[in-house]
């Protein structure tokens, strides 16, 4: 009995199962996972240098630009411009393209803005492009063009009875129109853009001046910033766009992507590139890239700003973010040999174009972020035999971000977050941008980005109903969850055996990826 309870002594068995499974990991790792890891190391590294040196690069041009006050819009003499159109009252004639989808909650805005500017009325055209596909919300549209045509406004509603094109194909289809044949300028406003009234007179001037001018582009404003966590982030990015990215293209190569809105074009710019075409997601980005090689040049002009909405629910951010990084890729994908064969730009702009513009901020941006910040350092970490160099690892992303965070400093106590948010989303712009280079399925996928308006001011005022379990489940994205778990277990392996402190930060970023997988990110849409 005393045999039963006891047990019998242990015999050491002649083959050690425990060493035997070490060694063969061992030499796994040593000849399987080492090689290729290293390689990937030395790749990551690389790009992050690229992206470094893009970032110094532009920093030191917007502060050479910002101390000796020669940003490219100030060299123009706007005061005198609007002196002497109004003195000759020689009023281009303009067009003003609102397109729109199933807008309800911010149609009213845009259009009463748009209508609202300050420009003759004879030499003014409204145009509404309304592809929405509710047929009452059709009927309040045109109800809202036909109270501002008794006013006096000439306002055009157009629908169509196809998407076709999406965006691109009812601007396209908008400037075919037969009173559009005196007009000289488009400007364009998606629906949520809510323009100052003398937005025209602080715009359209500069296209007057400068013949060679394609475009004016203003800055964005943001209605909704502070709203949530989620928008202040988006702030945070959107602004050193803004700020840096925009002005530094304008001011060297006068150069720089169209954003979609918020723009003046001179039609025979448009026409001259070969008008708007819906190969990809962006077609804005597309006319600008064509336009350019055309010899047309672009302004950015800083200080006028045009009130917007922020998407403030985590599904319309995470739509539109696949959007804006698919579309770029697959774009450079299609126009690479186009722009190396164009023979009526510079060397160096071709350069900028495709490397500055494109590969590093399009594509590099996104990848170093997500592969090289959330999987390679990570896997290295259970890889001791492998180098991870720390100037790369942490001195160069402390500088990026830092060069990143100065546009914002309002937000500054943000820093943490909107590094961690950002190392999030780069997962979606990750995969968005590789569907974009290779092509693959959803590469054309449009999902018009949903906008609140006065919504989220009545979500307020409301008692909010009770959250269904389905609705729970359907805020659930697993992909984050697993990449929550994964580093999760290497801050827990470091934390064990590590020596470096990097469970810190993939603790956070575990936390962050389980938050955003979790759905407690934005705000909750109002059925």
């Given at each position: 009995?005393?045999?039963?309870?006891?047990?019998?002594?242990?015999?050491?068995s002649?083959?050690?199962?425990?060493?035997?499974?070490?060694?063969?990991?061992?030499?796994?790792?040593?000849?399987?996972?080492?090689?290729?890891?290293?390689?990937?190391?030395?790749?990551?590294?690389?790009?992050?240098?690229?992206?470094?040196?893009?970032r110094?690069?532009m920093?030191?041009?917007?502060?050479?630009?910002?101390?000796?006050?020669?940003?490219?819009?100030?060299q123009?003499?706007?005061?005198?411009?609007?002196?002497?159109?109004?003195?000759?009252?020689?009023?281009?004639?303009?067009?003003?393209?609102i397109?729109?989808?199933?807008?309800?909650?911010?149609?009213?805005?845009?259009?009463?803005?748009?209508?609202?500017?300050?420009?003759?009325?004879?030499?003014?055209?409204?145009?509404?492009?309304?592809?929405?596909?509710?047929?009452?919300?059709?009927?309040?549209?045109?109800q809202?063009?036909?109270?501002?045509?008794?006013?006096?406004v000439?306002?055009?509603?157009?629908?169509r009875?196809?998407?076709?094109?999406?965006?691109?194909g009812?601007?396209?289809?908008?400037?075919t129109?037969?009173?559009?044949?005196?007009?000289?300028?488009?400007?364009?406003f998606?629906?949520?853009?809510?323009?100052?009234?003398?937005?025209?007179?602080?715009?359209?001037?500069?296209?007057?001046e400068?013949?060679?001018?394609?475009?004016?582009?203003?800055?964005?404003?943001?209605?909704?910033?502070?709203?949530?966590?989620?928008?202040?982030?988006?702030?945070?990015?959107?602004?050193?766009?803004?700020?840096?990215?925009?002005?530094?293209?304008?001011?060297?190569?006068?150069?720089?992507?169209?954003?979609?809105?918020?723009g003046?074009?001179?039609?025979?710019?448009?026409e001259?590139?070969?008008?708007?075409?819906?190969?990809?997601?962006?077609?804005?980005?597309?006319?600008?890239?064509?336009?350019?090689?055309?010899?047309?040049?672009?302004?950015?002009?800083?200080?006028?700003?045009?009130?917007?909405?922020?998407?403030?629910?985590?599904?319309?951010?995470?739509?539109?973010?696949?959007?804006?990084?698919?579309?770029?890729?697959?774009?450079?994908?299609?126009?690479?040999?186009?722009?190396?064969?164009?023979?009526?730009?510079?060397?160096?702009?071709?350069?900028?174009?495709?490397?500055?513009?494109?590969f590093v901020?399009?594509?590099?941006?996104?990848?170093?972020?997500?592969?090289?910040?959330?999987?390679?350092?990570?896997?290295?970490?259970?890889?001791?035999?492998?180098?991870?160099?720390?100037?790369?690892?942490?001195?160069i992303?402390?500088?990026?971000?830092l060069?990143?965070?100065?546009?914002?400093?309002?937000?500054?106590?943000?820093?943490v977050?909107?590094?961690?948010?950002?190392?999030v989303?780069?997962?979606?712009?990750?995969?968005?941008?590789?569907?974009?280079?290779?092509?693959?399925?959803r590469?054309?996928?449009?999902?018009?980005?949903?906008?609140?308006?006065?919504?989220?001011k009545?979500?307020?005022?409301?008692r909010?109903p009770?959250?269904?379990?389905?609705?729970?489940?359907?805020?659930?994205l697993?992909?984050?969850?697993?990449?929550?778990?994964?580093?999760?277990?290497?801050?827990?392996?470091?934390?064990?055996?590590?020596?470096?402190?990097?469970?810190?930060?993939?603790?956070?970023?575990?936390?962050?990826?389980?938050?955003?997988?979790?759905?407690?990110?934005?705000?909750?849409?109002?059925?």
């Amino acid at each position: 009995m005393r045999n039963f309870f006891q047990g019998e002594p242990e015999v050491k068995s002649p083959y050690d199962f425990t060493g035997s499974f070490t060694d063969m990991w061992r030499e796994m790792r040593v000849t399987m996972v080492i090689p290729p890891l290293t390689i990937a190391i030395c790749i990551c590294v690389m790009m992050s240098v690229m992206m470094f040196i893009e970032r110094v690069y532009m920093t030191v041009v917007i502060l050479l630009v910002k101390f000796t006050g020669k940003k490219k819009y100030t060299q123009y003499k706007l005061e005198a411009l609007k002196e002497d159109l109004e003195l000759n009252r020689s009023y281009p004639m303009v067009l003003v393209q609102i397109p729109m989808f199933n807008e309800k909650e911010v149609y009213k805005l845009s259009i009463g803005a748009v209508c609202s500017l300050t420009w003759p009325s004879d030499r003014l055209i409204v145009q509404v492009l309304d592809d929405s596909t509710n047929n009452i919300l059709r009927q309040l549209v045109e109800q809202e063009c036909k109270k501002w045509i008794e006013r006096g406004v000439n306002v055009k509603y157009e629908t169509r009875n196809n998407r076709n094109g999406y965006k691109a194909g009812a601007l396209r289809e908008g400037l075919t129109k037969d009173y559009v044949l005196d007009c000289e300028f488009v400007v364009i406003f998606d629906a949520d853009f809510q323009p100052e009234k003398d937005f025209l007179w602080r715009s359209v001037p500069y296209l007057l001046e400068n013949p060679e001018l394609a475009l004016v582009q203003a800055r964005w404003k943001f209605v909704n910033a502070n709203e949530c966590i989620m928008t202040r982030l988006q702030e945070m990015s959107l602004a050193y766009h803004f700020t840096v990215e925009q002005e530094v293209g304008s001011s060297t190569c006068q150069f720089f992507g169209f954003n979609g809105t918020a723009g003046v074009w001179r039609i025979k710019a448009i026409e001259d590139a070969g008008g708007w075409k819906d190969r990809t997601t962006v077609e804005d980005m597309d006319l600008a890239v064509r336009a350019s090689l055309k010899g047309w040049k672009f302004v950015f002009v800083g200080d006028l700003d045009v009130k917007n909405e922020l998407p403030s629910t985590f599904k319309a951010y995470r739509y539109q973010q696949h959007r804006w990084s698919c579309g770029p890729a697959n774009l450079f994908r299609k126009m690479t040999k186009e722009i190396i064969c164009c023979e009526r730009v510079s060397a160096w702009k071709k350069f900028h174009v495709l490397y500055a513009f494109f590969f590093v901020r399009k594509i590099i941006a996104h990848w170093v972020t997500f592969f090289f910040y959330c999987i390679i350092i990570p896997i290295s970490i259970m890889v001791p035999e492998v180098h991870l160099p720390k100037p790369i690892a942490i001195y160069i992303p402390a500088t990026i971000t830092l060069l990143n965070s100065y546009c914002t400093l309002r937000s500054l106590h943000l820093l943490v977050l909107w590094i961690l948010f950002e190392n999030v989303m780069s997962f979606h712009r990750s995969k968005a941008t590789i569907i974009g280079l290779l092509g693959a399925n959803r590469v054309n996928e449009w999902v018009v980005t949903e906008k609140l308006g006065n919504a989220t001011k009545q979500r307020n005022n409301n008692r909010q109903p009770k959250r269904t379990r389905s609705r729970v489940f359907e805020r659930l994205l697993f992909s984050e969850l697993v990449m929550g778990l994964f580093l999760l277990y290497v801050a827990c392996y470091d934390l064990l055996f590590g020596k470096d402190h990097m469970y810190i930060y993939l603790l956070l970023q575990a936390i962050a990826f389980f938050v955003v997988g979790l759905g407690c990110v934005g705000i909750n849409a109002p059925n």
